[in-house]
């Protein structure tokens, strides 16, 4: 399994069993200006090493980039709790997903909307 297909993997079990908000899925245009929460996603391979000298099993390592977008501080925290309970311990084709860094918090003027950003860190199963 490489990079690519983590992603896809990845955007599909978001895709499959998330309906909290609408997705700003990473590298598309995205209009909010109609919309009062939503969460940003983007699948971020971090590192791949060689577990052989031949290089035939490889490990990886990466991170979810996750950030929520509401009107109020207790929305966003509501909406963060289902996406980490959505990915909490899950396996995904051959990737565990593991530990979540809570990275910022906040409000955001310009769109008058309270933000949290975190990663969901995930690791190759062996």
Known sequence: MGLLQSKKD??????DNYSET?????????DVSNKTEWIYFEYV????????????????K????????????FRVNEIADIVI??????KISNMFVRDVEILSTGTIIDINKSY???NINIATTK
């Open 116 to 118: 949290i950003d975190f």
């Open 45 to 60: 391979g971090a590192s791949v090493s060689s577990l052989s000298l031949n290089d035939v099993n490889k490990s990886y």
């Open 85 to 90: 309970d959505l990915f909490d311990g899950k």
């Open 22 to 30: 609408d997705v700003h899925w990473a590298g598309t245009k995205f």
């Open 10 to 15: 990845f955007e599909q079990f978001l895709y």
């Open 62 to 73: 990466g991170y979810l980039d996750i950030s929520v977008y509401a009107e109020t501080r």
